[in-house]
């Protein structure tokens, strides 16, 4: 591909490094990349981030055909800058973009714009213990035109930022509210898919769970609010009785890149993982009953994040005294172990940038 | 409300009134409102139509917290200025922003928004036989920031551009697909309000319609995949054996404006309207034993819409012949008739704006 680089004058002031929280500092350029209808995907570059314009009737701010991804560059110790299984972003980008009956694009593609806007703002990439440069790839129409269809025009832009530890003060168990009335995803619709839509849907949820001291929701199937799909940004699982439990891949969870390298983790361990339907019921049963014995949402921001507390209705369990499991915090060391380079990749699941 | 008005330079041509399309030409201005929490609305303007800013990390792009509306002016053939019910659309916009953690404003503040914009673009109404200004009203979040999250600000638009009758050559029944796979709206979900992501995740079922030579989708539950819920961007009515059917609002359905004007009128005329749970099933059995009387989908571009046939699995049913039904002209004679100020409004439904 052939990207044409925009220089821009005055490079910003980087952040202090101590302080990064999440998404507050984008850097200097964004990769950029336009579609149209009979000539495909063109004009690879990267420029200046900045504003763009849109027009007041483009079909995104009105029918939000769009859709994104999420991964990390982390640098290791010895100063080399990794990514984590790119492809498989690409792949799920692909996927999404399907459904929306968005442009595709070679795999190949999608991961050299990351690894050339990564090269470009290496400098940009921390060093502290646990922080990493966030990249969001995003593709949205810009046709300007009124009629609900499918759009002839569109932008593929990759955008980054330094963030911080997810946890500063070290992985803390999370409270959780399972969501009984207000539905994430359904079978035939978008959940699999990383579209707006499933999060604008989403943050009432998520507002209505922190008025009642909760950090996340946990959501319920749509057909019969019985089964627990995932978390807000996060799949999630539970041990119960020394097995693992996780929501199948059916077309209502999104198939994290972080949930199957840690299904393909606890299988090397030993562990039975079961990819079905846990209903709530039996998720509390099981914590009444001292048989859950931890849980812990997977994702690409916090890696690893303990569930402390579930709370259903009238009904709560506490898990694991509200304390990181023996298991949650192996797997998060071994994981962030590779994605740091602190552990040996026998996966082969990092790319080395530079 | 003070609104600040912005002139422009140089006004566009208008295009010709005979070939005007859906959404083709926007008007020389546009209504913009700001909202900051802390400060909730401020700064209304009317200024010149134009592309607009957005940070590329703008909560909308990538998370589609938005929301819209959609309603017409119609200029009589005495040259008066009517809105047809705008305080339906106000109040489903307030409904919408609720479900989508976006700010609300006053019903009065959006009618007037809407008023003063159609003054300022009186000339821009047609005269034409069934032509009208579609005026556009939407919300979106202007928040930069990447966390999943309620936006802190917002920016409240409208647009608008003349458009020509529906149905240039007359009103042609249309050939409806029966959506066995995907799924629009599900309880819980957001399939009451007018936001973007509902018409993203649309976009795949207009696409295969179309390839199997449909004009539109009839979207079933998304629970049983059963009932018959709406149409792409109408809602939907039966005449099978005298009575009325149509699908409940209940959380999934949107509350059209012309599905409750329509079911007033029917009321009206003696029709006894049931809006209930039909299944596929009995509306296919209704379509071959003959009881199936007419159908036809309402809503705000094409007023009413016949239906010719409907196609479900390797089943189809003809209505009418395959011509309008003489109830379905009667109520778009009628309900036209109001709009464009040529049957008495005994309703109230009509406001004169000029
Ligand atoms: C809804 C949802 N589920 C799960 C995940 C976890 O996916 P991944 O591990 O690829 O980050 C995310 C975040 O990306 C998400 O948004
Ligand atoms: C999904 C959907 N259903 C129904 C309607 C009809 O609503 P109204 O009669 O208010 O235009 C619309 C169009 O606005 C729509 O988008």
Known sequence: MDIKFVKRDVLKEKPDQKNLGFGKYMTDYMFVMDWDQGIGWHDARIEPYGPIEINPSCVTLHYAQETFEGLKAYRTKDGRILL????????????????????????????????????????????EPETS?????????????????????????????????????????????VEDELVRAV???????????????????????EAKGCTQVLWLDGVNRKYVEEVGTMNIMFKINGEIYTAP??????????????IHILKDWGYKVNETHLSV?????AGHDGTLEESFGTGTAAVISPVG??????????????????????????????????????????????
């Open 84 to 127: 984590f299984r790119p492809e498989m972003n690409a792949k799920r980008m692909i996927t999404s973009n399907e459904r929306l009956c968005m442009p595709g694009f070679p795999e190949d593609m999608f991961v050299e714009a990351i690894e050339e806007l990564v090269k470009v703002e290496k400098d940009w990439i921390p060093s």
């Open 133 to 177: 440069l966030y990249i969001r790839p995003f593709v949205f129409a810009t046709e300007a035109s009124l009629g609900v269809h499918q759009a002839i025009s569109y932008k593929f832009m990759v955008i980054c930022c330094p963030v911080g530890a997810y946890y500063p003060e070290g992985i803390n168990p999370v409270k959780i509210l």
């Open 187 to 209: 079978q035939g619709g978008t959940g699999f898919t990383k579209c707006g839509g499933n999060y604008a849907a989403s943050i009432l949820g998520q507002v209505r769970a």
């Open 249 to 262: 891949i059916e077309g209502t969870v999104l198939p994290g890149v972080t949930r199957d390298s840690i």
């Open 281 to 285: 019921d039996d998720l509390m049963k």
């Open 309 to 354: 507390e579930f709370v259903y209705k009238d009904d709560s369990v506490v898990v694991n005294d509200f304390k990181i499991g023996e298991l949650t915090q192996r797997l998060y060391d071994y994981l962030t172990g590779i994605q740091w380079g602190n552990e040996e990749d026998k996966y082969g699941w990092t790319r080395e940038v530079l």
